[in-house]
Every structure is written in C-alpha cells, then in structure tokens.
C-alpha cells in the first residue's frame, strides 16, 4: 500500500449545562498551546488544531448549539489547516439532536458532468494514478460550503457570526505548527508543479514553526460567502474563479455542475451493540455498513472475555476487518447510481454464514475469502465532533482527500481543492492510494458520488449520547473507529486509552496487518505462528473522541481528548 497522506481531519465539540471552568490554551492566533485532553461539563471540542477547536468554543459561548460550533470549527480548520479543513473539498455529518432528531448530511464532492469511467486510463488501459491524485482532473465538485449551509438549518446563530473567526484567522494570518511547515515544504514541489498563479503555500525560504499564514484571497472568498451565503461558492465570483481554474489546468468542473451541487439528508445508519446504539454514516461511505459489519461479526465471541490485544481478539477483529473490507470492495457504490444489498450483508443470517469459516488460531486467506454471496434483493481528512448542553451531538469527517488535496490552489480565491475522484475505482480491481480495491459498483459516472470509508459516528446509552467519535485515515478509518468502540465499550477503557493504544488493521488485500509501531512484539510473534504476515506502518488515524459520563444533578461530565498523533486539541469549559 502506498503512503498514506492524511488529509481528513476529526473534531469533536461537545457541551453540557453545568460545570466547572477550564483555563483556556488559546490567547490568540498567535499564541496558543496544544491541549490533549480536557474534562470539562459545559461544552468541549476536539478538532486538528487548537485555533479550530478554540473558534468552536467561542460559538458556544456565545448562546451557539452543538451544529455552530461544529460549522464555526469546520470553518477555521480550513484556514489553520490546509492540508485538510477545507471549502474545496466534501464531507459527512451525523448528529443527533436534543429530542431525538437524527441526523446524516452527505456533502460528498461528486464526478464532474464531463467525467468518464475511464477518464484516467491511458490508450493501452493503463491507469494514471498522477491525473487521479493530483492537479486539476482530479477535483470532484466539492460539497463542503452546501454541507454547511445545510448543517446551518439545525444552528441558532447567524451563518455571519459562524464564519467570521475563520475569516479573521485567513485576513491577519496565525502562527503554525512544526507539522504545518514540514506538511507546506514537502508539498512545495506540487504546489509549484499545478499553480500558475501565486499561493499563500509558497515561500522562497523553507516554512519553520513559529512563522506566519496569511491567507488574504481565501479570506475574500470566506467574505463572499458570508454575504452571499450558499451562492457565494457556487454562483458568482467563486464559481468564475473555480472556473477559470479548471480551464487553466485541463480540470472538468463547470459553472453548471456548480450551481448544481445540492448536500443530501441521508437516513443515518443507526444498529445496537450490546447496550448501545450505534449511529453512523450510511452510503455513499462504507463507514457505517462496514463497523455494523464487524461489530455484528465480534459480538457472539465476546471480545472482552478474550481480552484487550490478545493474540486471540486481535485475530478476531482481524478476521471481522478482512471479510467487511472484501464486500466492500464487491458491493459499495453511490446508493443513487447502483443498488447495494446493504440489508442483506448487515443481516444476523448473512454475517453469521459469513463467519462461518472463522478457524481461531489460524490465519484466513483473503484468496479464500472473497465477497460474500448476495442473493437478489427485492427491493462515505477532519473529523469534528460536538455536543452541547441541550444534549445536541454532532460528528462531522470532511475532507480533501490526500495531503493538500489535489494541490491545486484555486487562483485569486485562495483554497485548495480536493483530488477526492481517486477514491472512485479508477480502474476495477486496482488498487487506489490507499490500497483499496473496487469494482463496477464505484467506477467514475458523471454526477456520481465516490465512495468513502469516513465514520462519523455517535454512541448512545439508553438513548443518551454517550460517546463521539471519528478520524481521518482513508481505508483505516472504519478499522480505527471499530477499535475505538470495542476500547470503550467491551475492554471498558477511557477516553485517551481507548484512542491512543495501538491500533493494527487489515482490509482483506493486501492480505496482511498493519500495526502501529508500538504494538506489542509478543502479539506479532503469536500472530506471526498462526500464519499472518505482519507489517509495521507508520501512525493510522488521528481519532478525537468525547465520552459523556451522566452526572448526578442529570447533566455529564465530558472526557474530551485529542489524538497523540498529531496537533489535535482538545478544548473545553
Ligand atoms: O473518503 C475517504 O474515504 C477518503 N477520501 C478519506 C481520506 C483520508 O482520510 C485521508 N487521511 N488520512
């Protein structure tokens, strides 16, 4: 599998009534700390970067729910973290609001109306994965800005009041990380190679910590949309920008597919597990299907009694990882352009034949275990996260796919666009940058949404949230949330154990596990005599995560912590 490029981001925003306050870890955009873990009971959130998740806070604050601080975050991410947050690219948003409402908004980017099945092969069949990955053919329409306009109906404050942190932090510019500047230096050849015109991105001496972004064109794009709300993207100024763009660079996006692009209310995928109910991303993410899946395949043998990375849960979880990912693989497209057997494949009968072969002690074959057999049937990088003290839960992942996306900077409006049209099946049963496999169910149509393994997801314990939960990570992602919920829920952990131990995955071809590189030696050698390959990669995922634990007087205490892996921050009061 080739290197991942992390470019989906988690935030997670939580708040409830009562509680004690938290020094705050951010003056200004010039002076903030990293926090990793907060206890806080009136409101928290956890996001990829202190000045997001602080810009959050100070929409709660402000009187803002749970959906401001998620929109207000999501916002100033996309100017304090570019290699992710973003306008030019899509995302899924699952929320359950106080009273009961369900919510999962799909602001996935979709194939432009020019798009081709195959548009990335070459004349002998051959993919080029270069057009796929980067530059401008490989932008889908993004749906972000519809995402949060559509996310807006469910907010109390003005969309002006929501938007303007993130404006201030592009016009005076903020201070950034050592993570930031190696993400803008390793990416200074790209940027060069697909922009014509001059980016914030590019400066003639190396980007060190400390130094200053400002982001002046991307702040005049933030104020078109603050004064012209949804078509202050799609239509006008933007869109021209977007435009010329595209026809700079041999990109397909047009001023119709634009002003087309609607965000879609999608049923969320909502399932028990034990005492819980588990709410998720259904399609066009394999998210939702995939850990309901796996969840489905460990409950009859009990994780906990087998124990926390054992040699034995860890190949049961392998096991569950290898047979989701191949139907996957097989069955997963756009609902609105191919039909998947989603009842079948999550259906008590079907998981149980499909575990039928599971040999404890020894290793599967994934040249043995394909898709799962489907009879006919009548008949989706940042995470954000939020809950607030109306009991108002929102767990949003968005992304641009890989690092910087598609690295191209649309010139005189300042943002990055997406090269999410990777994520189709390029070309059946090739492998995409993250190595996962499709098929004819995602192969590129014009209009058509690709599918994505984001997991946004919300826990409930009798009917109260519980635990939020989401992480970037391409195809480790529903692997990294699965590990997260059986931390919580059946090895009984908190909140920073849960999201912090090492995690290992498997997504049925490669047909090996990939473990972080402080998962125990002892475990990799048991695993090893059973007869599974073993291969030590670098971190997956950044997961943040809030556990609501109820308190006496009926309101939570919020255990709110941001990934080890990265910058994340954890903010609460
Ligand atoms: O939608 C997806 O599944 C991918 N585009 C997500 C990419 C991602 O998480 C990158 N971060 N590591």
């Given at each position: 599998m080739k290197q991942l490029q992390c470019n989906t981001i988690l935030v997670i925003v939580s708040a409830i009534l009562l509680g004690t306050p938290v020094t705050a870890q951010v003056k200004n955009a010039f002076q903030y700390e990293i926090q990793k873990s907060v206890q806080a009971t009136k409101g928290a959130v956890v996001s990829a970067h202190p000045l997001a998740s602080h810009a959050g806070i100070s929409v709660l604050k402000k009187g803002g729910n749970a959906m401001d601080a998620a929109i207000a975050t999501q916002l100033a991410l996309a100017v304090v973290y570019p290699g992710a947050g973003n306008i030019g690219g899509g995302g899924f948003l699952v929320a359950q609001m106080n009273g009961g409402k369900r919510i999962a908004l799909d602001y996935r980017e979709k194939a432009p109306?020019?798009?081709?099945?195959?548009?990335?092969?070459?004349?002998?069949?051959?993919?080029r994965f270069e057009l796929s990955q980067s530059?401008?053919?490989?932008?889908?329409?993004?749906g972000t800005v519809a995402g949060l306009f559509a996310a807006h109906a469910y907010a109390k404050l003005p969309f002006k009041d929501l938007i303007q942190p993130a404006i201030e932090l592009a016009e005076k510019g903020f201070v950034i990380t050592q993570h930031e500047a190696d993400g803008l230096n390793s990416t200074k050849t790209a940027f060069l190679k697909n922009n014509t015109r001059p980016t914030a991105?590019?400066?003639e001496k190396p980007w060190k910590a400390g130094d200053t972004l400002v982001q002046s064109e991307l702040a005049g794009t933030l104020k078109r949309i603050r004064d012209n709300g949804v078509r202050g993207f799609y239509e006008g100024e933007t869109a021209k920008l977007i435009v010329e763009e595209m026809q700079r660079g041999g990109g397909l996006i047009t001023r119709e597919d634009l002003r087309q692009y609607k965000a879609v209310a999608r049923e969320p995928m909502a399932f028990p597990y034990k005492d819980f109910t588990i709410i998720s991303m259904p399609l066009p993410s394999s998210g939702g299907i995939i850990i309901q899946q796996m969840l489905k395949m460990v409950q009859k043998r009990d994780l906990s009694s087998l124990g926390f990375q054992t040699p034995a849960s860890v190949q049961l979880i392998v096991e569950a990882e290898r047979r989701a990912y191949a139907d996957r693989a097989e069955f997963m497209g756009d609902p609105d352009f191919v039909k998947v057997p989603v009842k079948t494949i999550v259906s008590d009968s079907y998981i149980q034949q499909r575990m039928a072969d599971y040999r404890q002690d020894t290793a599967g074959s994934s040249a043995v275990t394909k898709a799962g057999v489907v009879p006919h049937e009548s008949e989706q990088t940042t995470h954000l996260s939020v809950a607030d003290r109306w009991g108002n839960v929102v767990s949003v992942t968005t992304t641009l796919n890989g690092g910087y996306g598609s690295r191209t900077v649309v010139g005189g409006a300042g943002f990055l666009m997406n090269n999410e049209m990777d994520d189709f099946s390029v070309k059946p049963g090739v492998p995409n940058m993250y190595g996962a496999i499709g098929n004819e169910a995602n192969a590129i149509a014009p209009g058509k949404r690709m599918l994505s393994s984001m997991t946004p997801t919300i826990v409930l314990k009798e009917g109260k949230p519980f635990f939020v939960v989401g992480t970037p990570g391409g195809t480790t992602i529903p692997t990294s949330v699965f590990q997260a919920l059986v931390n919580v829920i059946?090895?009984?952990?908190g909140t920073e154990k849960a999201i912090n131990s090492a995690k290992f995955h498997h997504q049925?071809?490669?047909d090996e596990i990939m473990v972080e590189p402080d998962f125990p030696e002892t475990v990799r050698e048991a695993l090893r005599k059973m007869g599974y390959k073993i291969t030590v990669r670098g971190f997956i995922g950044r997961t943040e995560a809030i556990l609501l634990k109820p308190d006496r007087k009926g309101g939570f205490t919020l255990d709110a912590v941001g990934d080890k892996r990265g910058d994340d921050h954890a903010e609460g009061y």
């Amino acid at each position: 599998m080739k290197q991942l490029q992390c470019n989906t981001i988690l935030v997670i925003v939580s708040a409830i009534l009562l509680g004690t306050p938290v020094t705050a870890q951010v003056k200004n955009a010039f002076q903030y700390e990293i926090q990793k873990s907060v206890q806080a009971t009136k409101g928290a959130v956890v996001s990829a970067h202190p000045l997001a998740s602080h810009a959050g806070i100070s929409v709660l604050k402000k009187g803002g729910n749970a959906m401001d601080a998620a929109i207000a975050t999501q916002l100033a991410l996309a100017v304090v973290y570019p290699g992710a947050g973003n306008i030019g690219g899509g995302g899924f948003l699952v929320a359950q609001m106080n009273g009961g409402k369900r919510i999962a908004l799909d602001y996935r980017e979709k194939a432009p109306s020019k798009a081709s099945r195959d548009m990335y092969l070459d004349s002998t069949g051959k993919p080029r994965f270069e057009l796929s990955q980067s530059g401008h053919l490989a932008s889908g329409v993004p749906g972000t800005v519809a995402g949060l306009f559509a996310a807006h109906a469910y907010a109390k404050l003005p969309f002006k009041d929501l938007i303007q942190p993130a404006i201030e932090l592009a016009e005076k510019g903020f201070v950034i990380t050592q993570h930031e500047a190696d993400g803008l230096n390793s990416t200074k050849t790209a940027f060069l190679k697909n922009n014509t015109r001059p980016t914030a991105f590019v400066k003639e001496k190396p980007w060190k910590a400390g130094d200053t972004l400002v982001q002046s064109e991307l702040a005049g794009t933030l104020k078109r949309i603050r004064d012209n709300g949804v078509r202050g993207f799609y239509e006008g100024e933007t869109a021209k920008l977007i435009v010329e763009e595209m026809q700079r660079g041999g990109g397909l996006i047009t001023r119709e597919d634009l002003r087309q692009y609607k965000a879609v209310a999608r049923e969320p995928m909502a399932f028990p597990y034990k005492d819980f109910t588990i709410i998720s991303m259904p399609l066009p993410s394999s998210g939702g299907i995939i850990i309901q899946q796996m969840l489905k395949m460990v409950q009859k043998r009990d994780l906990s009694s087998l124990g926390f990375q054992t040699p034995a849960s860890v190949q049961l979880i392998v096991e569950a990882e290898r047979r989701a990912y191949a139907d996957r693989a097989e069955f997963m497209g756009d609902p609105d352009f191919v039909k998947v057997p989603v009842k079948t494949i999550v259906s008590d009968s079907y998981i149980q034949q499909r575990m039928a072969d599971y040999r404890q002690d020894t290793a599967g074959s994934s040249a043995v275990t394909k898709a799962g057999v489907v009879p006919h049937e009548s008949e989706q990088t940042t995470h954000l996260s939020v809950a607030d003290r109306w009991g108002n839960v929102v767990s949003v992942t968005t992304t641009l796919n890989g690092g910087y996306g598609s690295r191209t900077v649309v010139g005189g409006a300042g943002f990055l666009m997406n090269n999410e049209m990777d994520d189709f099946s390029v070309k059946p049963g090739v492998p995409n940058m993250y190595g996962a496999i499709g098929n004819e169910a995602n192969a590129i149509a014009p209009g058509k949404r690709m599918l994505s393994s984001m997991t946004p997801t919300i826990v409930l314990k009798e009917g109260k949230p519980f635990f939020v939960v989401g992480t970037p990570g391409g195809t480790t992602i529903p692997t990294s949330v699965f590990q997260a919920l059986v931390n919580v829920i059946d090895f009984n952990m908190g909140t920073e154990k849960a999201i912090n131990s090492a995690k290992f995955h498997h997504q049925w071809l490669p047909d090996e596990i990939m473990v972080e590189p402080d998962f125990p030696e002892t475990v990799r050698e048991a695993l090893r005599k059973m007869g599974y390959k073993i291969t030590v990669r670098g971190f997956i995922g950044r997961t943040e995560a809030i556990l609501l634990k109820p308190d006496r007087k009926g309101g939570f205490t919020l255990d709110a912590v941001g990934d080890k892996r990265g910058d994340d921050h954890a903010e609460g009061y």
